[in-house]
Each structure stands twice: as structure tokens, then as C-alpha cells.
């Protein structure tokens, strides 16, 4: 029971029509739209949502290349078949890549244009590591680049402004950490790299150094600012009127001046000649670097804000800890609604989206949603990043007893003043399939394989990622995107530096104590159903003899049924089942004492021993 979409005529063409008139007005071409902003932000606010007004693509990652007769956008697997369907009537290629780190726009790139024409490419967006990468393929070839041009706002008049939501403090108990303690931290970071200055740009690095929050991006608590941190004090690049004075006055008695957005590269071409400026090239745009004067010396190193928010402190495993027993009881609550609804009320997966929300917004503290709910039933889930719409979605169940069988698959997550959420579960409409279940319990067993590890202290978080695999690759299975993704504390639902995934481990990556990441294998049958079983980590030491070091191992943090109808036991071995029904005792301890009712019969149905 799929509702289908209607297809009225795409305003992309007439779009691209524009764009390309602003290629011949240059003499250029062709120009690279990529997902990003002034800050590299995964989440983007509405005036740089360029890559999705010029081509219709709204999925979160994804290039987009336009020249004067051909555009093409760059998507990894997770999107290939919300791609295709958005970009359908566009005019627009879609060109499946492998990841959503992979480069092959610079490839496409080199072996589209030819030597002696110009690429454009917006500065003021473009990461420093990726422009270097850019420029050095386009050289070797002999075609040119061009990055003082913004033929966004040439070609999209009705642009929109910067957001101008208010900042807010991050406040005790819960920011339990002081930002001058920030702050000196960052400073013994900097001297590290005899460094006197430091410029930071990504907007959840600058978030948790001053222990403020604010709403410029969709579900991610942050907001739009550079930060100039030098020996004794530091300049936060803020829009006019976000911040009030009496927020300014206590930033002003941490150290912190504030002075206006536009002014942070006038800032850095200020600097004193003898000034030594750290910056980490894979977090700061090339428009910020060519403002640095020549005579400054420049470091190139990870922000040490980076390393330092994603080791949460106990302080804060605590809040998390109680952040995810809200979340808990407020998904118990759903599921328990959604049962004893099915073929009593109008389901789909629009309403799933609207009362899950619901529910969590129940819960004191919570903020907002992490990222957009995905719920999608039987084949919709098969696709990593769907999100229904009110033009297209499906529908499970109607009040005059009709229920459509198959999975459904939810992911979802919150932001909580005490910590940020992310879960995947999976559940059965009627009765699974062998298929079906053969597939879920090879998922949880990924699953749980890799939550069961012990690894020494600063292994490289991508060498994990074969553990997880390890039991679908048994049954020639696989599954396209990365295992895990760091997490914030009230933050960025996806942090670095670690990622357990295929990426090309570098050093930053290695696991320490305090980090949180998702584990999160799926198994996806296109046009059929989705599985992906998703519960985040915290990483903690673990003893071991001395002579071999430190080992960590992961508490899992969630706290939510797994669904038992799904499994196919034969699949599972003993300690697999104890690893299950030890999760699903805790999961009962924990969130027992915030049920009643409804909520609290189906935990004791969905925790039973198996």
C-alpha cells in the first residue's frame, strides 16, 4: 500500500539554465557544486543547499558538476535509488560512487573538460584538503580553476540570508566542563604544534570550546561562527544580534570578544607577521586560508577540539546514560501504540515519523530530533537514507482492519541537553518470512560481533569494520555503507574523528576511552525490505596485563528492545543468545522504572528471554 508520488514538471532545467548563462557570462567551462558551507557542515542551512536547488537531489551527501551541456550529480549507495527517482526529468546523471569520502567528480572532471578551459569552484565552500586534491588533478591536465566566483547567488536570485536564531548557553549540570577549561586545553593543543594563533570553523568544534548552542542548522544543535583563538584571548565571528549582552558579558570574562560573522577573514589577514597559525586542513575552507598573509607561518594539524569532544568525560557517560532511558521509555511507549493500533487506526510511515517525535518530546530535555526519522516498510527500507514525504510514502495499516505485511525498519534519534541518540530496529508487520529472518539474525549477529570486541587502546577505528561484517560475508552478504560513525554530546549526531568503515585509516582515527559510535550493519534487498540493527557504544577501558597495554571494550548505550519474532535461532550460537538475553535484562532493568501501563506490558513481552 504505497502511496505513489504525482510528477509535476521540475523547475531543474530552468535552474540549470541560469547557471550555465553564468558559466558564458565568466568564459567558463563548468562548475562543482559540493555539499558544503563556510564551516564543512554535514547538515547544511538553506543558503548553500545549492547541489539540491540546481538538481533536485535532496539527499544529505552528494557533488553535484554542471557544465555547458551536461550536469551530473555524485551519490554513494546509500542514495542511488532516491537519486534516481529525484533526479528523473532533471536532465541530471546520476554517477554511482563507491563512498561518500570517494572522488571520482575529480576524475569525471579531468576526463570531461578539456586542457585550457576553467573549472569554478566557490572558495568560500570548498575544504582545503579537497581543493589541494582538486587543483593538483586539474593541473596535471592543463585546465584551470577558477575560486573567487560565487555563481550560486548570481544564478539563484531568491537565495536565501544567513539564519538568525539566538544562541544559547549550554548550562550546568549538564555542560559540566567550564569553557576557560576549554579553552586552555585547546591552548596546551596549540602549543604542541608551537603554534600562537588557531582558527575554527567547523561549527560543533566551536560549540563545545564555548559551551554554546543554537538552532542555524537543521538537528544539529549549532550555529554559524569562525573562532580566532589567540595567546590570551579569543574573537568568536558571530552574526550581529545572535548573541545578548548579558551572554556576551560572561563570554567576555572567559576570554571570548565577539565581533561580526564577515569579519573572520579580515581577522586572519591581520595577523602579525610573526604570528604561527594552526589549522587543520580537513576542517577549514580554502577562502579562509588564502586570506592568511603570506609571511605567516602555518601548521596543518587536526583541531585538538576534535580529539578532545569526542573522549566524553564521566560527567557526561553519565548524562548520556540517562538521555538514553528517556529515549528508551519514549520508544516503548510508541511500539506498544503502534501494536495495539495496527488495523485499528491509519498508520504510515508519515505517522510513525509524527508520533515517535511525539513520544520523545515528552521527555524532559529533549531539544529536537537528531537527523530526519527514517521509517521505511518492506522495500522503502531498503534504501539507507528514505524518508517519507506527503507525496510518496506507504501505508501499514487502515481502521477498518486491513495491515500490510512485511519489515519495518525506524531510525531515529534525539537531542537531549544530557546527550545526543541514534538507534535502528527492525520489526515485523505479521509474520516474517524465513527469508526475512535469516537475513534480520545475520544483521544482529554483525551486530553483535563487533559490540562484543576487546582491542587495544588507539587501534584505527576502520580496522574494526570487518567484524561486524565478518558474519553476512559467511553467507556472501555485504552491505554498502560505513559500520559506525562518532557521536556527539548534544551535538553533531555524526562526529569525528573515528568512523568504523572502509575509509583509509590515518592516525586520528584511533580509539580512546570516552568516544561513543554507532555499530550499525544492515542487509538490504532492493525493492524487497531493509534491515539494520543500530545501537551506539561507548568506548572503556578494560583490564588487562600491563605488559600488553591498555584495551578498550564498548558499553552499549541504547536501550531497546531487539526484536526476538525476527530471529531465526538456529542461526545464533549459545553465547550469542546469553550476549541477547543479557542486553534484553538490562534493557528491562533500566527502563522498567519509567513504564507503566501499555508501555511497560510490551517491555516484558519484548525483553522475554530467548
Known amino acids: 500500500m504505497t502511496m505513489p508520488s504525482s510528477t509535476p514538471t521540475s523547475p531543474v532545467p530552468a535552474r540549470l539554465a541560469a547557471l550555465r548563462q553564468a558559466l558564458i557570462r565568466h568564459d567558463l567551462a563548468a562548475v562543482l557544486v559540493p555539499s558544503s558551507d563556510p564551516h564543512l557542515s554535514e547538515y547544511l542551512p538553506e543558503r548553500w543547499q545549492g547541489r539540491v536547488h540546481f538538481s533536485g537531489f535532496t539527499g544529505s551527501m552528494g557533488t553535484l558538476v ?20 529525484e533526479l528523473a526529468g532533471t536532465t541530471v546523471e546520476l554517477v554511482k560512487i563507491p563512498t561518500g569520502a570517494a572522488t571520482h567528480h575529480i576524475d569525471w572532471l579531468t576526463a570531461t573538460l578539456s586542457p585550457g578551459q576553467t573549472l569554478a569552484v566557490d572558495a568560500a565552500v570548498l575544504g582545503l584538503a579537497a581543493a589541494q586534491m582538486l587543483a593538483g588533478a586539474l593541473q596535471r591536465r592543463g585546465i584551470g580553476l577558477r575560486t573567487d566566483l560565487d555563481l550560486m547567488s548570481e544564478a539563484w536570485p531568491e537565495r536565501p540570508g544567513l539564519p538568525g536564531a539566538p544562541v544559547r548557553e549550554h548550562l550546568a549540570p549538564h555542560a559540566a566542563v567550564p569553557r576557560a577549561e576549554r579553552l586552555a586545553a585547546v591552548r596546551a593543543g596549540m602549543a604542541r604544534h608551537h603554534a600562537s594563533h588557531h582558527l575554527v570553523s567547523t561549527v560543533d568544534d566551536i560549540a563545545w570550546i564555548t559551551s554554546l548552542r543554537g538552532s542555524d542548522v537543521d538537528y544539529n544543535p549549532v550555529f554559524l561562527a569562525h573562532l580566532l583563538i589567540g595567546p590570551q584571548r579569543a574573537t568568536l565571528f558571530v552574526a550581529a544580534g545572535k548573541v545578548d549582552a548579558s ?76 538521555a538514553m532511558e528517556k529515549d528508551g521509555a519514549a520508544m516503548c511507549r510508541f511500539y506498544a501504540w503502534l501494536e495495539a493500533a495496527l488495523g485499528r487506526e491509519a498508520i504510515s ?134 559500520t559506525g560513525h562518532g557521536v556527539g554530546y548534544f551535538l553533531n549526531v555524526h562526529e569525528g574523528p573515528q568512523s568504523i568503515s572502509r575509509a583509509m585509516p590515518d592516525a586520528s582515527m584511533a580509539m580512546h576511552p570516552g568516544m561513543i559510535t554507532s555499530v550499525e550493519p544492515g542487509l538490504y534487498r ?64 533500566r527502563l522498567a522504572p519509567r513504564l507503566d501501563g501499555a508501555a511497560l506490558d510490551w517491555l516484558l513481552r519484548r525483553t522475554e528471554p530467548v
Open 66 to 85: 554542471v557544465t555547458r551541456d551536461r550536469a551530473a550529480v555524485f551519490a554513494d549507495s546509500r542514495y542511488w535509488t532516491q537519486a534516481e527517482a
Open 247 to 322: 551572554l556576551a558579558a560572561r563570554l567576555a570574562a572567559d576570554g571570548i570578544d565577539l565581533a561580526d560573522y564577515a569579519e573572520a577573514a579580515p581577522a586572519l589577514a591581520a595577523l602579525p607577521a610573526d604570528a604561527v597559525l594552526l589549522v587543520d586542513p580537513k576542517r577549514i575552507t580554502l577562502g579562509l586560508r588564502e586570506a592568511v598573509p603570506a609571511g605567516v607561518a602555518v601548521v596543518e594539524a587536526i583541531n585538538p577540539s576534535t580529539l578532545a569532544k569526542s573522549r566524553k568525560t564521566p560527567a557526561e557517560a553519565a548524562f548520556i546514560r540517562e
Open 349 to 482: 510511515e508519515l505517522t510513525i515519523d509524527e508520533r515517535l517525535t511525539a513520544e520523545r518530546a515528552r521527555e524532559d530535555g529533549f531539544v529536537s530530533l537528531s537527523f530526519p526519522t527514517i521509517a521505511g516498510f518492506n522495500a522503502n527500507g531498503a534504501m539507507p537514507h528514505y524518508r517519507a514525504t506527503p507525496e510518496s510514502f506507504a501505508e501499514i495499516s487502515t481502521p477498518d482492519g486491513l495491515v500490510a505485511e512485511g519489515l519495518l525498519l525506524i531510525d531515529s534519534g534525539a537531542q537531549y541537553l544530557g546527550g545526543t541518540t541514534d538507534i535502528t530496529r527492525v520489526w515485523p508487520i505479521g509474520a516474517p518470512s524465513a527469508a526475512q529472518k535469516a537475513d534480520f539474525t545475520r544483521v544482529l549477529k554483525g551486530t553483535m560481533a563487533l559490540s562484543r570486541a576487546r582491542f587495544p587502546a588507539g587501534t584505527l577505528s576502520p580496522h574494526l569494520d570487518t567484524l561486524a561484517r565478518a558474519p553476512l560475508w559467511e553467507a556472501g552478504l555485504d552491505f554498502g555503507h560505513g
Open 526 to 589: 532492493d525493492g524487497r525490505w531493509g534491515i539494520r540493527i543500530e545501537n551506539l557504544v561507548l568506548n572503556v577501558s578494560v583490564g588487562t596485563p600491563d605488559e600488553f597495554g591498555e584495551y578498550l571494550a564498548f558499553e552499549t548505550l541504547t536501550l531497546c528492545p531487539i526484536d526476538s519474532r525476527c530471529l531465526e535461532l538456529s542461526l545464533l550460537r549459545a553465547d550469542e543468545r546469553q550476549w541477547l538475553n543479557d542486553y534484553h535484562a538490562e534493557v528491562r532493568r
